[in-house]
């Protein structure tokens, strides 16, 4: 669990790169990258736009894929937005996650939602 606050990126981050780092047998780099950047952008996403106080982060390591799954309090779904060129406002990160990811789910309800992403192990 991540107190909603800008540091939880890089908690976030730190947590699943020693999660990684466990794995046998070891991820290859570039699976690994993306795997850490799914989890910064998921984490991010939820500390910007979420409502509540606090997300929470599970990694799930299969034969082939690493899920992601990032859990807040807000039912709202994300939405997809024009990326900011100019503002530094985002709209980078729900499209990169989706192109990086096998598959990727988003299940909501009345307690908040959760944002599964799939990713290839390498």
């Given at each position: 669990m991540f107190e909603k606050r800008p540091e939880a990126v890089a908690q976030?981050?730190?947590?699943?790169?020693?999660?990684?780092?466990?794995?046998?047998?070891?991820?290859?780099?570039?699976a690994a990258g993306s795997v850490e950047l799914t989890v910064s952008e998921l984490v991010t996403n939820s500390v910007?736009?979420?409502?509540?106080?606090?997300?929470?982060?599970?990694?799930?390591?299969?034969?082939?894929?690493?899920?992601?799954?990032?859990?807040?309090?807000?039912?709202?779904?994300?939405?997809?937005?024009?990326?900011d060129l100019a503002g530094g406002t985002g709209g980078f990160g729900w499209p990169m996650v989706k192109t990086l990811a096998v598959t990727v789910d988003v299940s909501t309800g009345p307690q908040g939602k959760t944002i599964r992403a799939d990713l290839p192990r390498g």
């Open positions: 976030a981050r730190d947590f699943a790169r020693a999660f990684l780092a466990g794995l046998r047998p070891t991820m290859d780099e570039q910007r736009h979420a409502s509540g106080g606090a997300c929470s982060l599970r990694l799930v390591a299969r034969r082939d894929v690493i899920t992601v799954a990032v859990t807040d309090a807000d039912p709202r779904p994300p939405c997809e937005r024009t990326p």
